[in-house]
């Protein structure tokens, strides 16, 4: 299952980041209206990143 953190900004989209089973937000790192979110979870760390001014993912890059 799915665990939904949802970002609200007064003046930008909003949507949920979704969590799968096992992940956990680790570090968040905010530069103008992009948001990244370290992410750990069984399959190892991602770090997705997010449009907050738009609300949606625009890139996942893993680390191996």
Known sequence: SLRDVSLRAPSAASA???LGAGEAAGAIALDGDRLAVRVDGPDG???VVYDIAKG???ARIPFE
Request: zero cysteines.
């Open 45 to 47: 760390v991602v770090v």
């Open 16 to 18: 949920p980041i979704a």
């Open 56 to 58: 949606e993912e625009i």
